[in-house]
């Protein structure tokens, strides 16, 4: 089965700190994508990655970034977090060329 | 550019059939998918169908596909208050960078009642 793990159900943060939230999958996949989840909007996509120290912006990277060291692990990084910031990220991975993505459980960040 | 659009809420009684719809702008999708996403998870795939074809059956699920009005539908037959989650439509096109872009809809909330 493929996993692909997500750092932390839920998290707190307050208003300007630095936030980082992990993804990690164990099958080899070069795809790694992180949504944001939203009621009503469905999913948006943040950013994407395609190799290792690749990445490409989605329909909203304004207030993130993201690492990608290691193929299977893709981080996304809120350089300073902002209440607008709260929200359900979901982190997904797919094989080069397929488009089946496999999902994460999700990570619940609430911004104070 | 591509947009997918799906009702937010339906309501069904356990035994009946539930069918969701989603209406997809891009004529030049590749697949169309179905996820499920149940309370505090991710998004599971449920099925996916080709552009070319028309239908597809999956036991209890059956995905139709009309091109000519870009509409998809998702019908669960016997639907079980297990099948309560929040359904997505998506869809994937190629794009000038070689890869394919997946595009999520709003997602519909099935609420199935005892």
């Known amino acids: 089965d493929v996993k692909v793990t997500q750092s932390s159900r839920y998290l707190v943060k307050r208003t300007g700190e630095k936030v980082f939230l992990e993804c990690v999958q164990d099958?080899?996949?070069?795809?790694m994508f992180w949504y944001r989840q939203d009621p009503g909007l469905g999913l948006r996509l943040i950013y994407f990655?395609?190799?290792?120290?690749?990445?490409e912006k989605g329909d909203i990277p304004e207030g993130y970034s993201v690492s990608r060291e290691k193929k299977e692990r893709f981080s996304l990084i809120l350089e300073s977090a902002s209440t607008n910031q709260t929200s359900m990220y979901l982190c997904?991975?797919?094989?080069?060329?397929?488009?089946?993505?496999?999902f994460g459980p999700g990570t619940r960040l609430l911004v104070l | 550019g591509e947009d997918v659009e799906q009702s937010l809420f339906l309501s069904v009684r356990e035994g009946d059939s539930s069918v969701i719809n989603c209406t997809y702008t891009?004529?030049?999708?590749?697949?169309l998918y179905w996820y499920k996403q149940e309370p505090g998870a991710g998004l599971q795939l449920l099925t996916y169908?080709?552009?070319?074809?028309d239908m597809k059956q999956d036991q209890r699920l059956t995905v139709l596909l009309n091109k000519k009005d870009k509409h998809l539908s998702l019908r669960i037959a016997d639907t079980q208050t297990g099948d309560s989650a929040i359904y997505f439509c998506?869809?994937?096109?190629?794009?000038?960078?070689?890869?394919?872009?997946?595009?999520f809809g709003t997602g519909t909330k099935l609420q199935v009642i005892p």
């Open positions: 997904a991975s797919s094989y080069g060329g397929q488009e089946t993505q496999y």
């Open positions: 099958m080899d996949h070069e795809n």
């Open positions: 990655s395609y190799d290792v120290k690749m990445k």
């Open positions: 891009d004529s030049s999708s590749t697949y």
């Open positions: 169908i080709f552009s070319n074809m």
């Open positions: 998506a869809e994937s096109i190629g794009n000038s960078g070689g890869y394919q872009k997946v595009t």
